[in-house]
């Protein structure tokens, strides 16, 4: 592939963080990259350096060329009617997760797509060094149990931004902790697959002034293992941690402080990395896939059941 024309549907900051790493990625592979967008202003950040953007929409009626990859990037709610509007001008899509809001599974389960398209549904963590390291190094069916938790501040999330007025804090708009942190249970089915059956509690404890939901706690049962998931908005110490119980040790992952401690031999690995490292990780395999040599392991189909999990429902056909 000489050339990468690509169209991106809203310029947020995951969008101008996947501009900046597609960049990096194409330079490393000697693709000349285009970059263009749909956006309520033609003249939005037309001068930003880092975007670079060459046509600005904004509307699809306006478009008139089709993209080698689409980048839907807008909010959550928005996913499913953008994917619908601009179909027929992408030749793949990357999309931001989760694939849609809560209320429209079924129009996501519906939609009529490309045959030979690459529909990809972001899942970040997956490439994380410390999720990758467990993946090829841990024998997970000598696992007896995994114990995975995701605690942080909402008011911390975004400084400079009134939490109260994000989508976080509005169950109408598909805020809540159980959506927000999908990226728990994407990897955990990434490591171990989907459970056999699963329990769920959810609802707010904190005084954040928030109407969506503050923790989401499963227990997930599987043929050979058991699944505990906490998440929360309230943890005033950012934790974001797998552990792993099997009968030889116990394997603590820490995603935040980028480490993996076997806690009883006492072994200590430490991956020295920033968040656009995993992240130009996942573009590089998206690109793989959009070039036929990778296989896209999240598809809208997976990720539909992954959004399921989130509300505690397990409906994969057998």
């Not at 670079?52 to 990859?69: A, F, H, N, P």
């Not at 599974?105 to 990809?120: G, H, M, N, S, T």
């Not at 109408?172 to 999908?182: C, E, F, K, P, W």
């Not at 490292?277 to 070039?291: A, C, K, N, P, S």
Request: aromatic share 10%; hydrophobic share 35%; proline share 2%.
């Amino acid at each position: 592939m000489k050339s990468l024309k690509i169209c991106f549907t809203g310029i947020g900051s995951i969008a101008r963080r996947h501009i900046r790493n597609l960049r990096t990625v194409c330079r490393g592979r000697g693709i000349e990259l285009r970059v263009d967008a749909v956006r309520r202003s033609a003249w939005a950040d037309r001068k930003d350096d880092e975007l670079q953007l060459g046509r600005v929409y904004t509307s699809y009626e306006e478009m008139d060329s089709e993209y080698d990859v689409v980048f839907i990037t807008n909010p959550t709610e928005y996913h499913i009617e953008t994917l619908k509007n601009i179909m027929k001008y992408g030749r793949n899509f990357f999309i931001e997760k989760p694939v849609s809001s809560v209320s429209q599974i079924e129009e996501a389960v519906k939609l009529r797509l490309k045959k030979d398209a690459v529909y990809y549904v972001a899942c970040p963590l997956r490439y994380n060094a410390v999720i990758q390291y467990l993946k090829e190094n841990v024998d997970f069916g000598k696992v007896i149990s995994i114990r995975s938790i995701s605690s942080s501040y909402l008011p911390e999330w975004r400084p400079g931004t009134d939490y109260r007025q994000t989508y976080s804090a509005s169950r109408r708009l598909g805020g809540g902790v159980s959506i927000d942190l999908i990226h728990e249970w994407d990897y955990l089915t990434f490591l171990i697959g989907m459970p056999q059956k699963i329990f769920y509690l959810y609802g707010k404890k904190s005084a954040l002034e928030i109407d969506s939901e503050d923790y989401a706690i499963y227990m997930a049962e599987y043929e050979d293992k058991i699944v505990e998931l906490h998440l929360d908005y309230f943890g005033r110490k950012t934790i974001r941690q797998v552990m792993i119980l099997t009968d030889e040790d116990t394997v603590c992952g820490d995603l935040i402080n980028n480490r993996i401690e076997f806690m009883k031999t006492g072994e200590i690995i430490d991956f020295h990395e920033r968040r656009d490292d995993y992240q130009i990780r996942e573009l590089e395999h998206f690109l793989d896939m959009i070039e036929g040599r990778a296989k896209s392991d999240s598809d809208i189909g997976h990720a539909v059941e992954v959004l399921k999990l989130t509300q505690g429902r397990i409906e994969v056909e057998k």
